[in-house]
């Protein structure tokens, strides 16, 4: 079945579709992470309802905007990136009958993506970098915070051209007919989509990141925002192309 070797893959015992062994770890590796930063970025939100709820006002003004800087960072950005990911090796493999392109690079892609966030988070709970999500220069967070967005970010990537690399194997290996499933097709324009956005998000976070290690004296806000929402606009497409294959496969 498909191109898968023996003892790579099972039939669902639900849907009898094929399910990629390899994949499935990823899937479920990158699912749960999701939703754990998920809830990190809802306590957050938490924290932050009930300190603008003058009865409570339960956090003093610098953790308030601690807590927000977390709930941005875990909710708009790994929470989403984490399950995209998850999302995209569900359509490259079982619904293209395909197995994973690459497991190391898989595990690259997770380890970068986990420790950057981590450290982001780490970075966050330090005090260092109460900069909110959009972390506007001339608000410096400590390199920490940079380094690690960065790590997500080129850690999705690679897990985004890993998912493209399933799909040039599904086609090579013709384990489908005609047209891509239209699931898959609105997968593959996210995983389009996101190659840019991922790699605005690196590119200004690294000046960033040489700006809060000293190596150089500033960066300039207007070209800072400009390309940061290069990321944080088009990233809003990434999700929505993400969410609409998903509504249509349920």
């Known amino acids: ?13 639900t849907t009898g579709l094929p399910v990629c062994l390899n994949a499935q770890l990823f899937i ?14 809802a306590i957050a939100a938490i924290g932050l309802a009930l300190t603008r709820w003058p009865a409570v006002h339960l956090l003093p003004a610098d953790w308030f905007y601690r807590f927000l800087t977390l709930h941005g960072l ?4 790994f929470w989403i990136l984490f399950f995209e990911i998850a999302i995209l090796y569900f359509c490259g493999t079982t619904l293209l009958n395909s197995r994973l392109a690459s497991t190391k690079a898989a595990w690259v892609s997770f380890g970068m993506m986990l420790v950057g966030a981590i450290g982001v988070d780490f970075a966050i709970f330090q005090g260092k970098s109460d900069v909110l999500m959009t972390s506007y220069v001339p608000l410096k967070g400590s390199p920490l915070f940079y380094g690690g967005i960065i790590l997500v970010a080129v850690g999705t990537l690679i897990g985004v ?11 090579r290996d013709k384990t489908y007919e005609g047209s891509v499933p239209l699931v898959v097709f609105g997968a593959i ?24 290690m000293g190596w150089i004296e500033s960066v300039d806000p207007g070209w800072y ?24 496969l349920v």
């Not at 079945?1 to 015992?13: Q, S």
Request: some cysteine; overall charge positive; hydrophobic content about 60%.
């Open 28 to 41: 479920k590796l990158n699912a749960v992470v999701a939703v754990v930063f998920l809830l990190i970025g």
């Open 225 to 248: 925002r400009l390309i940061w929402w290069a990321l944080g606009h088009s990233s809003q497409q990434v999700n929505v192309c993400a969410m609409v294959a998903v509504w249509y």
């Open 1 to 13: 079945m498909g191109n898968f070797k023996e003892n790579e893959m099972r039939v669902c015992d």
């Open 74 to 77: 875990n909710m708009l950005i």
């Open 189 to 212: 324009a996210a995983a389009i989509i996101a190659v840019g956005t991922l790699l605005h998000g690196a590119i200004v976070m690294l000046p960033t990141f040489a700006w809060s």
């Open 161 to 171: 051209f890993n998912f493209l690399g399933c799909v040039y194997i599904a086609k």
